[in-house]
Each structure stands twice: as C-alpha cells, then as structure tokens.
C-alpha cells in the first residue's frame, strides 16, 4: 500500500513516519509513505496556496488549483483507491474504517489548512471525507498521521506477532483486556493467579470476561452498537 500526503506544511510529519512500526513497514516494502509539499504544485510566484474567501469573511481559504495539480499528476502515476480529505466535518475514524481502508490499496491524504479548502476540491477531487474525531485542529496532518497509523499497522507481516492487531482494542466491539508482564508480585500488587495457571482455554475465558465488564465500565456505547447488530448473547 501506497499512502501519499498532501500538505502546506510537510515538515510537521518528517519524523512520524521513520521512527518504529511505521518505518519497519515501509522497510519490508509493506507500505510506502510519501509527504509531499503541497506548494510544489503552486504556480504562484510566492508558492502560496490560500486566497481570500469569495463573499468576505475571516480566515483564508486553500486554492484549488496547487490540489488539482497534485491529485492530477499522482493519479497519472498510480491508481488510487481513495483521495481522503482529513476535515472536522468528516465521517469518524474508527477500527471499522481503518480495517475496511486497510485493504483498498493506494491512497492519497490531503491535508487542510487555514479555513479549509475551496468547496470545489470537495466536490470534484476527493472520495471521502474523514475526522479523527469532534474537535477542530489547526490542520490535517495530525489526523492524516493517526488514519496512516491506524492502517498500516493492520497489513499482513507488519505487527511482528500476526495476531497482535486482531486482539487490539475494539477489533471484536470490546476494548482490550488488562495485560500484566513480570513481577508476578511487585510489592504486594499481585498478578491475577489464572494468568499464572497455565489453562490456556480458561486464561483466554477470563480475558473475555474482563474485556466484557472493562467495556460495560468505560464504553457502555460500544456495547450498545454490538447489541443492535444482534450479537448479545455472549456478553
Ligand atoms: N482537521 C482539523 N480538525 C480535524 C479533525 N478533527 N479531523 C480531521 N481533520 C481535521
């Protein structure tokens, strides 16, 4: 898989991507990251990208033609599964999306700036619009990080343990169960004695129970969602 990032501000995600599980990745030729500066597409003396919003208003508004150019020349390049726009306004992330955009193929990420970008990159040159969640930040690089995160590290071989991914967090509707490593005593704060019991069927019972009860504690919401799809039975 094949990411390419749009941005006015490259830099602010130079390192996320060459540093631990990401890179390794990249690495295996599992997945490929590229950051491209946005303004290399400007045709503007001055590279800029923004101009003022047509009716007035505050703020600043990202051009179309620097994005058209560069969605335009990539897409020459490649085929791509997906043009994402990380907005506020977006469809919300979540392990359902990052599973299903996992196993697409190439994508681009554009990242919004200032006011956002002309209407018309929303309408003609984008596929889908995605939020990391009900907040405004200043640009779409953060959230263009977390989706890639959230994706690249579901493709087969890059968690070095294959089910690792499979017992994250929200995978099966629940949130994970407690993991504990040595000491099995650390000064009076015990271990839970089945963990130690070598009953691997019972060990795994308990996880269930505690990702069940955990989930019912912190995310009564996800348990909702699993109860109208039907699948109550075991919980
Ligand atoms: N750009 C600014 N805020 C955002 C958010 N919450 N999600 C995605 N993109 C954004």
């Known amino acids: 898989m094949r ?65 058209h150019r560069a969605i335009a020349e990539l897409r020459s390049q490649r085929d791509y599964a997906e043009v994402i726009y990380l907005s506020p306004d977006g469809v919300q992330l979540d392990q359902g999306l990052a599973n299903q955009l996992s196993t697409i193929g190439n994508m681009i990420l554009l990242c919004g700036h200032y006011k956002g970008v002309d209407e018309r990159v929303r309408e003609h040159l984008i596929t889908r619009e995605v939020s990391i969640g009900d907040y405004v930040l200043s640009g779409g690089e953060l959230p263009a990080a977390v989706l890639s995160d959230a994706v690249i590290r579901l493709l087969p071989g890059v968690l070095g343990d294959e089910t690792s991914a499979l017992s994250d967090s929200f995978q099966d509707g629940l949130v994970a169960p407690p993991d504990y490593t040595r000491p099995a005593d650390y000064q009076g704060w015990p271990v839970p004695e089945i963990l130690l019991s070598g009953h691997q069927a019972r060990i795994d019972e308990w996880r269930h129970q505690q990702a069940v009860e955990r989930t019912r504690q912190r995310r009564p919401d996800l348990l909702k969602r699993t109860d109208r799809d039907g699948d109550v039975q075991d919980r």
């Open 3 to 67: 990411i390419d990032i749009l941005s006015a501000v490259p830099r602010l995600l130079d390192s996320w991507f060459k540093e631990s599980i990401l890179q390794r990745a990249q690495q295996k030729g599992l997945a490929e990251v590229v950051v491209h500066d946005l303004r290399d597409w400007s045709t503007d003396k001055h590279r800029r990208l923004d101009d003022y919003p047509f009716g007035g208003g505050a703020g600043m508004v990202m051009t179309i033609e620097p994005i």
